[in-house]
């Protein structure tokens, strides 16, 4: 039987180095955000801008997100995205317009190395959190990887996932917590676990769009509570999460993917207002 890892709440976080920002201990409250999929090239390019000059006006640091393809659908029929060539492409562009570092999601290890030839960031998502070879080939990349943590799976356990991409190379490891599989089609936040994976030298992430899903009760989509979305992103950071993510659409209603429960657009600015001065409680009170 393995040994099951322990964490202590009180360890710092190691900060992991994006670009020209640090996210971990000590550190400012770091934003990712973004579209589900990647949609019509303008409406992302617009997007992303707003998002970026939204992070310049606060003074966070920021990271546009998005998935260039969707493997975990409810139905066989729901959209998936570009795919990878063209939207390896689009994501290249925004960084170009914007100046912003890039986070997108693998499913396969041989999707690795031409994600991370145009991404900072490259994300596990969580139903795929334990997959070993996935892990071995994000971590080689050098890219630094975010891994969401699996809604079944304990958040000392990620101490295993964090092992498996050091080994292989990745030079920082980000933990996302997105909520835990409550019975069925339902989700909750045990924030105990962001101190838990805080313990374990990693910074955490806080994905208060994914956590307000309730997957697959609509029938043929995954529905969700966005109205939790802004206290969820506030308990997050006064646990002391690291960053913040957020799927964020002009129109969440008529969004490609997760329309139930992403974030306007024109609510981001104000939230992210609150989010941060949080994260400046929690720093005072650690200090």
Do not use: W
């Not at 974030?263 to 400046?280: C, G, N, S, T």
């Amino acid at each position: 039987m393995e040994a099951r890892p322990t964490a202590g709440a009180a360890r710092a976080a190691a900060p992991v180095t994006v670009r020209d920002r640090r996210i971990g201990a000590g550190q400012p409250l770091y934003v990712i955000a973004g579209p589900c999929v990647l949609e019509a090239p303008d409406d992302m390019l617009r997007t992303a801008g707003e998002l970026a000059a939204a992070c310049r006006r606060l003074g966070v640091g920021y990271c546009f997100k998005a998935s260039y393809l969707k493997d975990n659908r409810t139905s066989g029929a729901s959209p998936r995205g570009p795919g990878p060539q063209e939207g390896l492409k689009l994501l290249q562009r925004i960084a170009d317009e914007h100046g912003v570092p890039l986070l997108t999601d693998i499913h396969q290890p041989a999707e690795a190395a031409a994600a991370a030839a145009v991404v900072d960031v490259l994300q596990i998502p969580a139903f795929l959190c334990r997959q070993t070879s996935l892990l071995e080939a994000a971590g080689a990349t050098g890219r630094v990887v975010n891994v969401k943590k699996g809604q079944f799976l304990a958040p000392a356990d990620l101490a295993h996932v964090a092992a498996k991409l050091r080994t292989a190379g990745c030079p920082g490891v980000l933990a996302t917590e997105r909520g835990t599989f409550f019975g069925y089609r339902d989700l909750v936040v045990d924030f105990r676990g962001v101190a838990v994976m805080r313990g374990l030298g990693l910074p955490v992430v806080m994905d208060a769009t994914h956590a307000v899903q309730a997957p697959g009760s609509t029938g043929q989509a995954t529905g969700g509570a966005p109205e939790m979305i802004p206290l969820l992103a506030r308990c997050g950071a006064a646990a002391g999460a690291d960053a913040l993510f957020l799927e964020v659409h002009p129109d969440p209603p008529r969004a490609f993917s997760d329309a139930a429960s992403q974030l306007p657009l024109a609510a981001f600015a104000p939230l992210i207002d609150q989010v941060r001065r949080v994260r400046e409680l929690f720093l005072e009170a650690q200090a």
